[in-house]
């Protein structure tokens, strides 16, 4: 059977229900976590930068529309994700950041007046005054952070979550760019923080010695450079042909320069290597000509930039303009635009979904794309090829960015070939029974009718099964399920359980041993037991997804209730089953499919789609058979998305901090979920007071709003 590629189907942010915004919040906050573990904690991306920008943006683009979808969990909130094991963890002073992206010479002209709007509002500067900006370029390496005490290094950590990352101290010491001591005059206590990286020509050496020795080959030079850096024995990373450029601090003590450009230069002069290409913008003009110069000469550096960073050149504005969560106001990054290229429309499949629904993919001559190989891409539906008009044997243009594979934008029509027949739907599932293709009621989704019969259908649904968000089997892939129900090991999802019945024939099967198989065993048996929410997620039911799932959960509070419930609104339903539309509203409704379409999510539609599942005798057995052999934890009702006192809360901080700066007060107060704002008013949950403060501290007396010592903001922000 042909591998089904995942194809996900967008609507415009702006399009979204509330409803369906939910959803897709939780899809995308869940998906860009496990892209950030992929990147940050295992140096095995499985999607292009592009397409991890697009998710985030998307999510980013929800969250602005339905701001109560924020959380402090949200991985718009966080940065990278949580240290990996075998490396000491280490807390950076102050928070690693983030940069925002922009994509357009107008996002930054907009970046440009919003830092301008922002410090005539806080100072004095005038309407119009230039704001001089340093252009970097935008290494696509690994950040660290090194500490130098009285000049000499003395730890060095990778980025991690932002607040807390690894110690690979030793291992940063053998590269020959990055200083043990620096020379000339130094702070007391300085991060110096910037990008570990490996140019293009190493990585290739590196690949070409890693295949002769028959080890790991990495993707791009990025993963190369994080997995060489982090390396349990230093030897190894000594033997890596790594490089450092060094752009920022985090503490510094004192701070010996006013701007960013002054601390380029400083940095030249302890010793680092500061990127060459980096200047110094007088205006947005000169900027963007940065932008565009180095824009036309990447190819030809040695090594992989995506974009360039701009950052406000004055530290003092800098301080002034501070942080909003994950990202400075002072700085932002312009990525240059998605890689296209040409190719061969070889032909257009079909694959079938879990739920039955058809989507076309197209199946290309493969062809380079920002350095991937890419062979097939998305068409979405019938309608999109119909917009399209692509045909087979025509010259497309691709892109990758946007989506998790890669669109087709359009076909060159000088290169149709003569007499090219516009591609039609097929009419019958590309499952072996052939089964007829249904065009739903809105007239976009064509379905296979095959239903559970359909083996594209039944394979996908125990995909859905063992992913992520439901059983999350590890080690048991889609290629693995594939085969698996191929041969007849598993054909649903009860057989899983039931797997090491098994194991003899599991152990004789190519590329499984003793170990392997003890390890499945070991993941399927840990998920024996089952939250409710998890268990009704991963049935599939059509409609139903993360967040329904735990609506139902929450209702239902266990398996056994919630399954009888659904029988009996099955029949409540199927006895009033009357199949026009507008004799719906005359339904006479029972108590079991009342209380179904009370549930929050869930209105008459959804209800529908449940009780058609449940009227399927064949998923009544595959739930009944499946309850037998799992433990299905009753609903227990989740803390609220934050246990930090400050969730949700207004802040305002105002004097001195002993122990640490204003900027990074902020920050935390942020990441624990705090909206901190400047001034104090009734609608103020709590202010921080500390040295020498004035008049905020007085009018939070005089409104009775709850003000904090020092002492008190870091016993509670657990500081
Ligand atoms: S400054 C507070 N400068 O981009 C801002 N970052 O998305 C700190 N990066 O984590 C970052 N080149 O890994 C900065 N010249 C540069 C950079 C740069 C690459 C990376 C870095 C950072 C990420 C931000």
Not at 198 to 206: C, G, H, I, P, T
Not at 325 to 347: C, D, M, N, V, Y
Not at 381 to 394: S, T
């Amino acid at each position: 059977m042909a591998r089904q590629a995942k194809v996900v189907a967008e609507i415009a942010v702006a399009a979204l229900t509330q409803r369906q915004a939910k959803a897709e919040h939780a899809r995308l906050a869940e998906e860009v976590a496990r892209h950030d573990r992929l990147y940050y904690q295992q140096d095995a991306p499985e999607i292009s930068d592009a397409a991890y920008d697009a998710l985030r943006g998307r999510l980013s683009g929800i969250e602005a529309r339905f701001p109560e979808l924020r959380t402090p969990e949200s991985p718009t909130t966080t940065v990278g994700a949580a240290p990996a094991r075998g490396f000491a963890k280490v807390r950076h002073g102050l928070p690693m950041l983030s940069l925002d992206n922009a994509f357009s010479e107008q996002d930054i002209a907009d970046f440009v007046n919003r830092v301008r709007r922002f410090l005539a509002r806080e100072t004095d500067i005038a309407d119009g005054t230039p704001i001089a900006l340093v252009c970097e370029p935008k290494i696509d390496g690994l950040s660290l952070s090194i500490r130098y005490e009285n000049g000499e290094l003395v730890r060095a950590a990778t980025r991690g979550d932002g607040s807390e990352g690894e110690d690979v101290t030793a291992n940063l010491r053998t590269l020959a760019d990055v200083p043990k001591k620096l020379k000339g005059r130094a702070p007391e206590r300085l991060d110096v923080r910037g990008e570990v990286y490996m140019s293009r020509a190493e990585f290739l050496k590196l690949n070409e010695r890693q295949a002769a020795a028959g080890d790991k080959v990495f993707a791009n030079p990025r993963n190369s450079a994080a997995g060489s850096l982090r390396q349990l024995d230093p030897a190894i990373t000594a033997s890596r042909p790594l490089a450092f450029f060094a752009y920022a601090w985090g503490e510094a003590e004192p701070r010996l320069w006013k701007t960013q450009f002054e601390f380029l230069e400083r940095l030249k002069g302890w010793g680092f290597k500061v990127n060459p290409e980096a200047k110094l913008a007088r205006t947005l003009e000169e900027a963007l000509a940065v932008y565009r110069d180095i824009g036309l000469r990447r190819a030809r550096l040695p090594y992989d930039i995506d974009g360039i960073v701009y950052k406000v050149d004055r530290v003092d504005w800098q301080e002034t303009l501070g942080f909003v969560s994950r990202s400075p106001r002072w700085a932002i990054a312009h990525k240059f635009p998605a890689e296209r290229a040409q190719t061969i429309l070889r032909g257009i499949a079909v694959q079938v979904g879990r739920t039955g629904a058809l989507t076309p993919v197209a199946d290309l001559e493969p062809v380079t794309v920002g350095g991937v190989v890419v062979s097939r891409a998305t068409l979405h539906n019938a309608d999109e090829i119909e917009r399209l008009d692509v045909r087979p044997g025509d010259t497309v243009e691709i892109q990758r960015a946007g989506d998790v594979i890669p669109q087709v934008l359009r076909f060159v029509p000088e290169m149709r070939p003569p007499g090219a027949p516009p591609w039609r739907f097929p009419e019958k599932c590309p499952c072996e029974l052939k089964t007829p293709v249904v065009r739903e009621e809105d007239g976009v989704v064509r379905r296979c009718s095959g239903g559970l019969e359909c083996p594209f259908q039944q394979v996908e649904r125990l995909r859905y099964f063992v992913s992520r968000n439901a059983f999350d089997i590890e080690g048991l892939g889609g290629t693995h399920i594939e085969n698996f129900w191929r041969d007849g090991l598993l054909k649903t999802p009860a057989d899983l359980f039931r797997l090491k019945d098994k194991a003899r024939e599991l152990r004789e099967r190519e590329g499984w041993g003793e170990q392997s198989v003890r390890n499945l065993f070991e993941a399927i048996e840990s998920r024996r037991s089952i939250a409710l929410d998890r268990f009704i997620n991963a049935l599939g039911i059509p409609m139903i997804g993360e967040s329904t799932a735990k609506a139902l959960a929450r209702e239902y509070g266990d398996a056994d209730t919630w399954l009888a419930q659904m029988l009996q609104a099955r029949d409540e339903r199927k006895a009033n089953d009357i199949p026009t539309k507008k004799e719906k509203a005359a339904v006479e409704i029972g108590p079991a499919y009342g209380r179904l379409c009370n549930v929050t999510d869930i209105g008459v539609t959804t209800a529908d789609k449940i009780v058609t599942f449940f009227a399927e005798g064949h998923n009544v057995g595959i739930i009944r058979e499946l309850i037998a052999e799992v433990e299905v934890q009753p609903f227990r009702a989740q803390r609220v998305a934050s246990n930090s006192p400050f969730a949700g809360k207004t802040m305002v901080f105002t004097g001195t901090l002993a122990s640490m700066s204003r900027e990074e007060a902020e920050a935390k107060a942020e990441s624990l979920g705090a909206k901190v704002t400047g001034s104090v008013s009734k609608k103020t949950d709590f202010v921080v007071v500390g040295a020498d403060a004035g008049s905020k501290a007085k009018k939070a007396a005089d409104l009775g709003v709850k003000t904090l010592t020092e002492d008190e903001w870091l016993q509670m922000s657990g500081s």
